[in-house]
Every structure is written in structure tokens, then in C-alpha cells.
């Protein structure tokens, strides 16, 4: 249900939240620009309860939140959320670029492609340190030594860093070291992931598994809101289709169907989708048609020697092109790069 506030006094809504949670509920007070909302979440069953709260005279109305996804929706919040993670800031104006390796491979690697990063107006440097592959003999990542040269060469860069934690586990290590924590395709499902990722202050970047529906998708992002994280990147990075001439199919339509949906920022990874260097800046330049908060791309000084991901990668000059390709389109659509 959602408590609309008809004030915006502090003691008010302190009341408001005190007697949610004792009927129960989670309390979770969004602060809109027009109007404080309290979305009280938790079993649906008797939830008719929370109507007595309209007596208050501080309350003005109280409705049913309609939707599966509450604090994931518009309902609660129509105006689009701005994740800032450091100096970086996705959604609502603010387009967003996520740049850097798959793999994080060396600290001559990752401080050259930080550098490059950084010289070609990326907002924000990605690397894996722990790799979710999908053969045990792959390549699996430098694990904590790989967290610390990202975490160094995106602050000798000045860039915030993004990486993948791919179990609850490693979660409070791995906030530790990254500025925003990234959720795996293979594991957009792992429940007790989201909930982890959930209690961390970290803002957190949520991958489409690659046969979920939008749907479900949302409904993770609620898993990590519940949990009291706010600060969530929704990202579509291609499904599984009957094609076989890309590595997956970008569902550029998830990003309008998203952004009606939902306040949260919509990424595009215009690299896992496609699987080829070439085809990147061409999605990229429609993400941002479409709409979309930003893109996730991989860059690789060399993509030939690259320990992962080397054929999806853009070289240097094809990043500073995208780069140059996506400026008047951002600037179109009425945002900032
Ligand atoms: C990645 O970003 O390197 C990655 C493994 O992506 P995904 O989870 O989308 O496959
Ligand atoms: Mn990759």
C-alpha cells in the first residue's frame, strides 16, 4: 500500500513509519519532489488494515499499490531515479558510460584501459575480477588481487568502479574494494545475492538473466529495494533467441517497456548482446534512441590478447568513435554526457 503524506513533516512520517511497522509492514519512505510517499511492503493478505491510516490528519490517502513490483514502480515514485555512485550520476538526465574490460588481466592492463577510459569521457570503469564463466577451465578472474588493481586504476583515473560479485559470501569483500557491485546475468535469480546486495550501501548494477522475462527481472530489482538498497541500474544485455549470428539478441524494447514501468536507470550492454566489436556502436547509438540511462561497453588495448570476452571488445579508436557517435544522439534525447 502507499501511504500518500499530506505532510512533509519530519514527526509525521516518523509516526506514519512507527505504525506501519507495528501492523507489520516494511516501511519505506520515498521522497518525491512534489510528495513523501511511505510505501508500506510485506504480506499482501491483510493488508486492508493499513486503510485505518487515513484518519491520520496527516495522511491524505492511502492506496493499494497494484502492481507485483512496489518499490520498483512508478506507483510509488513517478519521477525517474538518479543513481549516483561517486562522481558518476545514471538516470534521469545524466547518460551514463560504463567502460573497461571484461576481465580484469594485469596492472598494466587495467591502468592503460582506465586511462583510455577515462581520456575518451567514460563515467565509470568496469572490470571482472571474479568471472562467471561457463566453463571451469575458462579464465575465472584475479579474485581479490584483481579487486584491488581495479580499485587502484580507477582512482589514479578518477573514475568509480563497477565489478561482479557472484556470491553472498564475497559480498561485504567486494564492497569493500568496488563502488558499485554488478550482478551477473547467471545470477539475476540467485535470491540470496539480491538479498545480500540488498544490505550493502553500494549502489548495485542488475543484469537481465539471459531467459528472463522483464517481469522477473523487476521483481530482482525488488528483491535488493526490500532489502533498504535504493540504488539500483537495471541492465538489458540480450536474450536467448533462435538466432545464431549474434551471441544473444538485444531486446531494445525493454528499454521503453522498463521506463514505463519503473523510476530505477536502464542500461543497455551493447557488448554481451552482440558478441562482435562491430555491432557495438551501432546498438549503442539505438540504446540511446531508445531511451535508455547509459551503456555498459567493454573496451581492451588489445582485444586479440584479451583473457575473455576479446572478440566483443573495442579497441581504443572505436571507443573514442562511439564516444564521438553517441554525443548528439544523448543531446537529442535531451540529456548529458
Ligand atoms: C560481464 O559483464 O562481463 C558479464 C559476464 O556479463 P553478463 O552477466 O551479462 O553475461
Ligand atoms: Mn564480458
Redesign the pocket.
Known amino acids: 500500500m502507499i501511504i500518500v503524506m499530506g505532510s512533509r513533516e519530519q514527526r509525521d512520517v516518523d509516526n506514519v513509519v512507527s505504525k506501519v511497522e507495528q501492523l507489520g509492514y516494511k516501511a519505506h519512505v520515498i521522497l518525491g519532489v512534489e510528495r513523501t510517499v511511505v510505501a508500506a511492503v510485506g504480506d499482501e493478505r491483510d493488508k486492508q488494515r493499513l486503510t485505518a491510516l487515513e484518519s491520520l490528519p496527516y495522511v491524505e490517502q492511502v492506496v493499494p499499490i497494484l502492481k507485483p513490483f512496489k518499490l520498483a514502480g512508478r506507483e510509488v515514485k513517478s519521477e525517474s531515479s538518479v543513481v549516483e555512485c561517486g562522481s558518476a550520476k545514471i538516470g534521469g538526465k545524466h547518460f551514463g558510460v560504463v567502460a573497461g574490460p571484461?576481465?580484469v588481466e594485469s596492472r598494466e592492463q587495467i591502468n592503460e584501459t582506465a586511462a583510455i577510459c577515462k581520456q575518451y569521457g567514460a563515467h565509470m570503469l568496469?572490470g571482472?575480477a571474479y568471472?562467471?564463466?561457463t566453463s571451469p577451465y575458462s579464465f575465472q578472474g584475479l579474485e581479490e588481487e584483481g579487486l584491488k588493481l581495479l580499485k587502484e586504476a580507477g582512482q589514479a583515473n578518477g573514475l568509480p568502479v563497477v565489478t561482479?560479485v557472484i556470491t553472498p559470501d564475497n559480498v561485504p569483500l567486494v564492497a569493500s574494494y568496488a563502488d558499485m557491485l554488478?550482478?551477473?546475468?547467471?545470477?539475476?535469480q540467485n535470491y540470496g545475492l539480491l538479498k545480500a546486495v540488498g544490505k550493502v550501501k553500494n549502489p548495485v548494477f542488475l543484469?537481465?538473466g539471459?531467459a528472463a522475462t522483464i517481469q522477473e527481472l523487476l521483481m530482482c530489482a525488488e528483491y535488493i529495494l526490500s532489502e533498504g538498497n535504493p540504488n539500483v541500474i537495471l541492465?538489458e544485455?540480450?536474450i536467448r533467441t533462435f538466432e545464431t549470428e549474434t551471441r544473444n539478441t538485444l531486446d531494445i524494447q525493454a528499454v521503453p517497456v522498463l521506463k514505463k514501468y519503473t523510476h530505477l536507470p536502464v542500461v543497455i550492454?551493447p557488448?554481451?548482446s552482440t558478441g562482435h566489436w562491430d555491432l557495438v556502436t551501432p546498438m549503442a547509438c539505438a540504446a540511446v534512441a531508445a531511451g535508455a540511462d547509459g551503456i555498459?561497453v567493454?573496451v581492451h588495448p588489445r582485444p586479440a590478447e584479451a583473457f575473455?570476452?576479446g572478440p566483443q571488445s573495442l579497441k581504443p579508436d572505436n571507443f573514442a568513435d562511439l564516444m564521438k557517435r553517441i554525443k548528439p544522439l544523448v543531446e537529442i534525447m535531451g540529456k548529458v554526457l
Open positions: 571484461c576481465s568496469r571482472g568471472k562467471p564463466r561482479e554488478q550482478i551477473g546475468a547467471r545470477n539475476m543484469k537481465r539471459m541492465c544485455r540480450g550492454d557488448s554481451h555498459m567493454e575473455s570476452d
